[in-house]
C-alpha cells in the first residue's frame, strides 16, 4: 500500500470497527507516534447501548464514543495486488480513504482477508493541521456512520456514502474554523475552498483599520 | 401516414404503430415489447442486416422508457439504403424488452449501456451489467426521477 506508506505523520491513524451486526462493535483510535492506545470499556458500552440511545436523545451533542478494535499483532500483508487478482472495497478521496480490510497502524500491513473491520486513514497527504480533539471528532462522526448503515450490504457504493459524508463533514470542520489548512502541505491547493481571511469566527467583523 | 415498411407490416399482420418520419424522413415504427424479438427477426430476413444504432431515453417523468433501434440495409452498390427507426416502449415499473443480441451482435454494449443508465432489462442478453458506472452502482442515471447521491468531489482545487 503506496498510500499509506508514504506520509507518515503524526496524523495518520487507524480506525478500524466491526461491520457485522453481531453488536460487538469496537473500535480503535491508535495515534501513530504514541503507542500507547486508548481502550474502551466495550463490556460496558454492550450493556448500556440501549440506555445509551435514551440518553443521546436528552443530551443532543453528545458525541458517539468510537469503538475501536484491537490492536493485532503479526499481521501479515496477503500481497494480494490488483494484478494478482486481488480485491478489496475501499473509498478513496482525498482527505478519507476508507478499506475493508485491517492495516496494522504501524507496519501498514494491509490484510484485506478481514473485512469485517473498516479503516479508516484520514487526510493521508496532510493537508489540515489535526489536533487530537478533531480527529477523534471525525472518528465519532465515522463510528456514527458506521452504526447507521449496520446491515446496509458491504459494496463499494456504501462505503462511498461513509466517505463522502465524512468529507462534508470534513468541510464543515474547515468552514467553521476548527481546522486550518496546512500550510507546510506538500501540494497546496486548497481543494475545500481557498482560505477565508478577514474575519474570524465569533460572529463579527475584525475592524480594519485598527 | 404510412411509409413503404409499414405498409409491408400491414400486408403480413404484424402489429406495429406508425409514428410517422423524424428530419430525414426516415421511418419510425413503434413495436410491442412482447412482439419485438419476433419483429426483428422478421426485419434481418428482410434484409436490415445492420443495426446503426441503439439508445434509450426516459419518456416523461413518471412515464415509459424507451428503447430505440436504427436499422439499415446494406447492399452492394446502393448510395442511399434503406434505414428504419424503431422504438419500443417498456413501462417504467418493470421494463423488459427482449435483446436483439442474438439478431444484431453489435446491441452488445449499446444495450447493456441502455441498462446501465435507464434500468432497461434485456431479456435473453448473455452478459447484462453495469458498464460504465461501478457494478455496486444503485439507481438508474438517466432516469428522470433519478436523485444523484451527494457524494463528495473536489470542485474547490486551484
Same mark, same amino acid.
Given at each position: 500500500?503506496?498510500?499509506?506508506?508514504?506520509?507518515?505523520?503524526?496524523?495518520?491513524?487507524?480506525?478500524?470497527?466491526y461491520?457485522?451486526?453481531?453488536?460487538?462493535?469496537?473500535?480503535?483510535? %491508535?495515534?501513530?507516534?504514541?503507542?500507547?492506545?486508548? *481502550?474502551?470499556? &466495550?463490556?460496558?458500552?454492550?450493556?448500556?447501548?440501549?440506555?445509551?440511545?435514551?440518553?443521546?436523545k436528552?443530551?443532543?451533542?453528545?458525541?458517539?464514543? +468510537?469503538?475501536?478494535v484491537?490492536?493485532?499483532?503479526?499481521?501479515?500483508?496477503?500481497?494480494?495486488?490488483?494484478?494478482?487478482?486481488?480485491?478489496?472495497?475501499?473509498?478513496?478521496?482525498?482527505?478519507?480513504?476508507?478499506?475493508?480490510?485491517?492495516?496494522?497502524?504501524?507496519?501498514?500491513?494491509?490484510?484485506?482477508?478481514?473485512?469485517?473491520?473498516?479503516?479508516?486513514?484520514?487526510?493521508?497527504?496532510?493537508?489540515?493541521?489535526?489536533?487530537?480533539?478533531?480527529?477523534?471528532?471525525?472518528?465519532?462522526?465515522?463510528?456514527?456512520?458506521?452504526?447507521?448503515?449496520? =446491515?446496509?450490504?458491504?459494496?463499494? !457504493?456504501?462505503?462511498? #456514502?461513509?466517505? $463522502?459524508?465524512?468529507?462534508?463533514?470534513?468541510?464543515?470542520?474547515?468552514?467553521?474554523?476548527?481546522?486550518? !489548512?496546512?500550510?507546510?502541505?506538500?501540494?497546496?491547493?486548497?481543494?475545500?475552498?481557498?482560505? %477565508?481571511?478577514g474575519?474570524?469566527?465569533n460572529?463579527?467583523?475584525?475592524?480594519?483599520?485598527q | 401516414?404510412?411509409?413503404?415498411?409499414?405498409?409491408?407490416? &400491414?400486408?403480413?399482420? #404484424?402489429?406495429?404503430?406508425? #409514428?410517422?418520419?423524424?428530419?430525414?424522413?426516415?421511418?419510425?415504427?413503434?413495436?410491442?415489447?412482447?412482439?419485438?424479438?419476433?419483429?426483428?427477426?422478421?426485419?434481418?430476413?428482410? =434484409?436490415?442486416?445492420?443495426?446503426?444504432? *441503439?439508445?434509450?431515453?426516459? &419518456?416523461?417523468? =413518471?412515464?415509459?422508457?424507451?428503447? &430505440? !433501434?436504427? #436499422?439499415? %440495409?446494406?447492399?452492394?452498390?446502393?448510395?442511399?439504403?434503406?434505414?428504419?427507426?424503431?422504438?419500443?416502449?417498456?413501462? %417504467?415499473?418493470?421494463?423488459?424488452?427482449?435483446?436483439?443480441?442474438?439478431?444484431?451482435?453489435?446491441?452488445?454494449? *449499446?444495450?447493456?449501456? $441502455?441498462?446501465?443508465?435507464?434500468?432497461i432489462?434485456?431479456?435473453?442478453?448473455?452478459?447484462?451489467?453495469?458498464?460504465?458506472?461501478p457494478?455496486?452502482?444503485?439507481?438508474? +442515471?438517466?432516469?428522470?426521477?433519478?436523485?444523484?447521491?451527494?457524494?463528495?468531489?473536489?470542485?474547490?482545487?486551484?
Amino acid at each position: 500500500m503506496a498510500a499509506t506508506s508514504t506520509y507518515m505523520a503524526s496524523t495518520h491513524f487507524s480506525m478500524l470497527g466491526y461491520w457485522t451486526t453481531k453488536g460487538n462493535k469496537q473500535l480503535k483510535r %491508535r495515534n501513530f507516534l504514541s503507542v500507547s492506545a486508548q *481502550q474502551t470499556e &466495550v463490556e460496558e458500552v454492550k450493556v448500556e447501548k440501549d440506555e445509551e440511545k435514551k440518553e443521546e436523545k436528552q443530551e443532543e451533542q453528545a458525541m458517539k464514543q +468510537p469503538r475501536p478494535v484491537e490492536p493485532q499483532i503479526n499481521v501479515k500483508s496477503k500481497n494480494m495486488s490488483r494484478e494478482y487478482g486481488g480485491q478489496w472495497l475501499s473509498s478513496a478521496t482525498r482527505h478519507v480513504r476508507i478499506y475493508a480490510a485491517y492495516i496494522d497502524p504501524e507496519t501498514f500491513a494491509f490484510d484485506q482477508t478481514q473485512m469485517d473491520k473498516l479503516t479508516l486513514i484520514l487526510d493521508p497527504t496532510d493537508e489540515f493541521v489535526w489536533t487530537d480533539d478533531t480527529c477523534t471528532k471525525v472518528y465519532s462522526y465515522f463510528q456514527e456512520l458506521v452504526d447507521h448503515y449496520e =446491515g446496509a450490504p458491504l459494496t463499494e !457504493y456504501t462505503l462511498r #456514502l461513509i466517505g $463522502s459524508d465524512i468529507e462534508h463533514y470534513i468541510r464543515k470542520l474547515l468552514y467553521t474554523g476548527e481546522i486550518q !489548512y496546512n500550510m507546510n502541505a506538500k501540494v497546496l491547493n486548497f481543494s475545500m475552498g481557498k482560505p %477565508r481571511v478577514g474575519f474570524n469566527y465569533n460572529g463579527q467583523m475584525e475592524d480594519v483599520n485598527q | 401516414m404510412q411509409g413503404r415498411l409499414s405498409a409491408w407490416l &400491414v400486408k403480413h399482420g #404484424l402489429i406495429h404503430r406508425s #409514428l410517422g418520419f423524424d428530419y430525414q424522413g426516415i421511418e419510425t415504427l413503434q413495436i410491442k415489447p412482447e412482439d419485438w424479438h419476433s419483429i426483428a427477426v422478421i426485419f434481418y430476413v428482410y =434484409g436490415y442486416n445492420y443495426l446503426r444504432s *441503439q439508445c434509450a431515453y426516459d &419518456v416523461a417523468p =413518471g412515464g415509459l422508457l424507451a428503447s &430505440v !433501434y436504427h #436499422l439499415t %440495409r446494406i447492399e452492394d452498390g446502393v448510395d442511399q439504403p434503406e434505414e428504419v427507426c424503431i422504438k419500443v416502449f417498456a413501462s %417504467r415499473r418493470n421494463p423488459r424488452i427482449p435483446s436483439v443480441f442474438w439478431v444484431w451482435k453489435s446491441v452488445d454494449f *449499446q444495450e447493456r449501456e $441502455s441498462y446501465d443508465m435507464l434500468g432497461i432489462s434485456y431479456d435473453n442478453h448473455p452478459r447484462l451489467k453495469r458498464i460504465l458506472m461501478p457494478e455496486s452502482w444503485i439507481g438508474w +442515471p438517466l432516469r428522470k426521477d433519478y436523485i444523484a447521491p451527494n457524494f463528495y468531489e473536489i470542485q474547490d482545487a486551484h
